[in-house]
């Protein structure tokens, strides 16, 4: 009898425990302050919920992606964020501008992909993939990125793989 007593008061904490998982108390929300978007110009930002404007229906603008290989699909890349410097991340002639540079640091060419997220507080607004061939030992080259969107406050935010080419 106390096994089935012991089993019973343990199936009872479970179904409990269970239940309170499903309720919302409202008190589950994200921490903005551990993300971090750093702008063209070096500034830092901690972006806060629901910052983008919604259209005049209610509906969230639509997000423009413009990639042609998944992030992270590249055979032997490694993160390589500290080649790249963002130059430009500014809203001109109805679309946003991105341009910078990267330098290889490496012995031998590589190859960088990059990818430009477009932010607007915590929402990405648009994705873009520039691709940058073969940049020899110690050398620097530019590479530029336009993307459709003309909303205020973007920042920028880069994802570099470097590659043997």
Request: aromatic residues 4%; proline residues 5%.
């Amino acid at each position: 009898m106390r096994r089935s007593s012991s089993a019973t008061l343990g199936l009872g904490i479970l179904c409990l425990a269970l239940m309170a998982g499903c309720s919302d108390d409202g008190s589950a929300t994200s921490d903005p302050s551990s993300e971090q978007t750093v702008g063209a110009e070096g500034t830092t930002s901690e972006p806060t919920p629901d910052e983008s404007p919604d259209s005049a229906d209610g509906a969230k603008p639509d997000t423009v992606v413009d990639l042609e290989e998944q992030p992270g699909s590249q055979e032997g890349y490694v993160g390589a964020l500290g080649d790249a410097e963002l130059a430009t991340c500014a809203t001109r002639d109805g679309a946003l501008e991105v341009t910078g540079d990267v330098t290889n640091p490496q012995k031998e060419a590589q190859s960088y992909r990059i990818y430009v997220s477009a932010m607007q507080g915590s929402d990405t607004r648009g994705l873009t993939q520039v691709d940058v061939s073969a940049v020899g030992p110690g050398e620097t080259a530019s590479w530029e990125a336009r993307l459709d969107l003309t909303d205020d406050d973007l920042t920028c935010v880069l994802r570099v793989e470097r590659f043997v080419p």
